[in-house]
């Protein structure tokens, strides 16, 4: 089967390398140049485990091409993926303006009978207009398919290869039995292909991102509640998470959610609840406690320093979560503007995310070559992301190059006690201060 994927962002590129790893004949078109370029010689735009190997591979044995020509990648394709970005305008809704004119591309193109297959997220209805602008141009039939994409940063090769379920709206025989036999490969181990009218399809992305937000920012608040009482989030998230009913994924405290994802699909479906005369004023709660969770961080720093002014803090993880170098919505940002503003200096590490730093802030602070590095005279140490060589460091080394011994840990990733006994000032999420 030949299949165009039109967008080389993370969906498109992890869903082209992918679908050619399994035998399919996939061409990635995008109009960056640079990055075509650059994915031609195996220089990938995004930092994503295992997917540099994808992609080599694949090109070398003749599976996987890129182009800037994006009609030549329509008229060859039996299905094409729009996998193109869709921003969050001002009011929050997404921003469609590029999976339009991909359609409109699209229906210029069209050379055989096609399904045309909307990877991006998108709002309910969006098929629909995808439709509409295919077939003010096509001159072939066409099928509109939405399939949501349901890949964790840092882990989405897995994801992909190896998906819980595979989502897909279909309002056609055809367009069901070729979406069926492309996601074969994928789902040999009995997992789910779930068939639904395309407007279900789309809602299940948005639904499923938003209770996952909601179990963040609900347990942030009983981690935050947690220190007032006097109980360890801890032991109240193994308690809780052993529920069947709730399971223990996503209810670990920390400084808020954020990446591509979350946040944009939050502020979509609300403006869509709006829209609609149906608001959703619990989905408006998670947004708010997550904007609020954003300043903890700052808050338990100054009052463990008694202020941040003239003070340095070294700063250990950058991206929104560990295995990316994403950086959108990240909680280290607004806690490295606070800290400017409040006149402290901001030495930072991340194992993978330094580059996109100092594309978004410069040399508004310094960069650490190692995380040990970031410590040098520092007056505290902040922990943001919890990248795996944060969880067992040296903490005697640690205790050597800070100015004073004071750890504000947003990821829980040390023990309290441990901490306390080794001479540090600890402070943690929902477990008390040591």
Same mark, same amino acid.
């Given at each position: ?208 991102? %938003? ?19 006097? %109980? ?145 005279? %520092? ?40 901490? %306390? ?14």
């Amino acid at each position: 089967m030949r299949v165009g994927v039109v967008g080389t962002g993370y969906v498109g590129l992890v869903a082209g390398a992918c679908l050619a790893e399994t035998g399919g004949d996939v061409t990635c078109a995008d109009l960056d140049a640079g990055k075509i370029e650059g994915l031609r010689n195996n220089v990938l735009p995004i930092y994503e485990p295992g997917l540099d190997a994808l992609v080599a591979r694949n090109q070398e044995q003749g599976r996987l091409r890129f182009t800037t020509d994006v009609p030549t990648a329509v008229r060859d394709a039996d299905v094409v993926f729009i996998a193109v970005g869709t921003p969050p305008d001002e009011d929050g809704s997404a921003d469609l303006s590029h999976v339009l004119a991909v359609a409109d591309t699209i229906g210029r193109n069209l050379a055989r009978e096609t399904v045309v297959v909307t990877k991006s997220t998108v709002p309910v209805g969006t098929a629909a207009r995808v439709r509409e602008a295919v077939a003010k141009h096509a001159k072939f039939p066409f099928h509109v398919v939405s399939n949501p994409e349901f890949l964790k940063e840092g882990a989405a090769v897995d994801d992909f290869l190896k998906p819980d379920r595979v989502v897909l709206g279909v309002d056609s025989d055809f367009a069901r039995t070729v979406m069926a036999e492309l996601y074969a490969p994928f789902v040999r181990s009995g997992k789910p292909v779930i068939f639904m009218e395309i407007a279900s399809a789309e809602m299940t992305k948005y639904a499923a991102n %938003a209770m996952l937000a909601t179990r963040i920012s609900f347990m942030n608040e009983i981690a935050n509640l947690c220190e007032r009482v006097g %109980a360890n989030v801890d032991l109240v998230r193994k308690g809780i998470g052993s529920d069947s009913r709730i399971g223990p994924s996503f209810l670990y405290p920390g400084p808020g959610y954020g990446g591509s994802c979350f946040p944009k699909d939050v502020k979509a479906l609300l403006r869509t609840s709006k829209d609609m005369g149906a608001p959703m004023q619990v989905l408006r709660a998670v947004e708010d406690a997550n904007d609020f969770q954003k300043g903890r961080l700052f808050a338990k720093l100054d009052a463990a320093l008694a202020g941040v002014r003239g003070r340095r803090i070294a700063l250990w993880g950058l991206s929104f979560k560990a295995q990316t170098d994403d950086m959108r919505e990240s909680p280290a940002l607004p806690l490295i503007d606070a800290l400017l503003q409040a006149g402290a200096t901001v030495v930072a590490h991340d194992p993978a995310a330094m580059h996109e730093a100092e594309r978004r802030m410069g040399k508004r602070i310094a960069y650490a070559a190692t995380n040990y590095d970031a410590l040098a005279g %520092a007056d505290a140490l902040v922990i943001v992301t919890d990248w795996n060589e944060y969880r067992f460091p040296d903490f005697a080394r640690i205790k050597a190059a800070l100015a004073q011994p004071v750890v504000v840990d947003g990821r829980n990733l040390y023990d309290p006690a441990k901490m %306390a006994q080794l001479g540090f000032t600890y402070v943690s999420i929902g477990r008390g201060a040591a």
